[in-house]
């Protein structure tokens, strides 16, 4: 299979990184490869294979539906424009047309972020007309409130690190913002974690990425009420045709959702457990003093902190810079390589990668 990369001229990419979209996110675990290629190697009826593995990923879920679709950023289009439509197929074939001027989509300025695209992009796709609320510092249940109009269709909420998080209100009163004004609460949630806390929270829209926390193909996830899933469920006869999700992506989300809800992601224990002969190989290596540390934001993620001593020939940013520049490609975490400090993220590597980044530091500074 090597030879792919050598046909198209790639090179392999060891990432110590983290989630990184510039190396394509995620790699896939055996049993979801499988799913995958079962969908690929099958017929089914389409509308059906949405609607039941929809079905099937609500109960495990406990929402009243679910659907998967192309990528979080096609859940926010779709949510949007199921809410100015609201059934109509009429709007599911004239999407944009001025009869429909009920359009205003609420966001909290702070969280109108570019996480790759800018959120108001996807609204816009959508036909939402962005309406900001708040500061840039800050926004309050009230700067949310003042904003509602006759034309509101929905509240945005943005959960995410890329979003400002002081002075923001939380989930739950925006929740009751949208309530209290009869509205529905769409939840940007693509990089979280936890797939049921918003639900128990009463958020109306729920959207995950597929290839993010939920080490899924790229793809998404949206779930909720049955109302407005049935609402976007209809826009794949209109503009989510131009976001259509494979019949591959579809059965491979589903069950990289079903192994991620059985076994979550991999515990702090366990890269523990995985760095130990890593450290070794590391500190056998000249000018280097390897360690253990856990993640910055004390999330349970442990990475390998390798310090460059300063009598080394090359500095830690030669080192990260040499490491890039191989064949296999080595990526880590170098937002500290200015002080001397380079750290391995072990999440997507396996211990023949470990050995193949400890051979090439040999390499670069015996
Ligand atoms: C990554 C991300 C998205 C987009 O997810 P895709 O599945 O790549 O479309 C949307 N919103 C936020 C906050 C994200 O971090």
């Not at 109108?112 to 900001?132: A, C, F, L, R, S």
């Not at 510092?137 to 890329?162: A, F, R, W």
């Amino acid at each position: 299979m090597h030879d792919v990369y050598a046909k198209y001229h790639l090179k392999r990419v060891i990432n110590a990184s983290g989630k990184m979209t510039i190396l394509g996110v995620s790699t896939l675990a055996k049993p979801v490869i499988d799913a995958q290629k079962f969908g690929d190697e099958h017929f089914f009826e389409m509308a059906d294979l949405v609607k039941q593995t929809g079905r099937h990923l609500a109960e495990l879920l406990g929402a009243e539906d679910a659907i998967v679709v192309n990528s979080a950023s096609s859940g926010i289009a779709e949510s949007v424009a199921a809410l100015i439509g609201r059934g109509s197929k009429h709007h599911v074939y004239h999407p944009y047309d001025a009869r429909y001027t009920n359009r205003e989509i609420i966001i909290p300025k702070g969280q109108n972020v570019d996480y790759g695209t800018p959120e108001e992009v996807m609204i816009e796709v959508g036909g939402g007309q962005v309406v900001e609320a708040g500061y840039a510092n800050m926004c309050s249940p009230e700067h949310l409130e003042i904003m509602i109009t006759d034309q509101t269709v929905g509240i945005l909420y943005v959960k995410s690190h890329h979003a400002v998080q002081k002075s923001m209100l939380t989930v739950a009163e925006a929740v009751k913002v949208a309530h209290d004004h009869n509205l529905p609460l769409i939840l940007d949630a693509a990089a979280e974690e936890d797939l049921k806390k918003y639900l128990a929270l009463g958020v109306d829209i729920i959207i995950f990425s597929g290839g993010k926390a939920l080490v899924g193909p790229a793809s998404g996830l949206v779930y909720g009420k049955k109302q407005y899933i049935d609402w976007i469920r209809l826009q794949s006869l209109g503009l989510g045709r131009a976001m259509k999700v494979g019949k591959e992506n579809i059965m491979g989300l589903t069950k990289a959702i079903e192994d991620y809800l059985d076994e979550g992601p991999e515990d702090g224990n366990s890269m523990q457990q995985r760095l130990t002969p890593f450290l070794d190989g590391l500190n056998a290596v000249p000018y280097v003093e390897a360690k253990c540390v856990q993640d910055g934001a004390g999330r349970d993620i442990y990475r390998a902190s390798v310090t460059i001593q300063a009598d080394s020939p090359k500095n830690a940013k030669a080192v990260t810079a040499a490491l890039k520049a191989g064949n296999p490609a080595i990526y880590t975490r170098e937002y500290r390589a200015n002080v001397g400090i380079i750290e391995f993220d072990i999440r997507a590597v396996d211990q023949d990668e470990m050995l193949a980044i400890v051979t090439r530091l040999h390499e670069i500074l015996d």
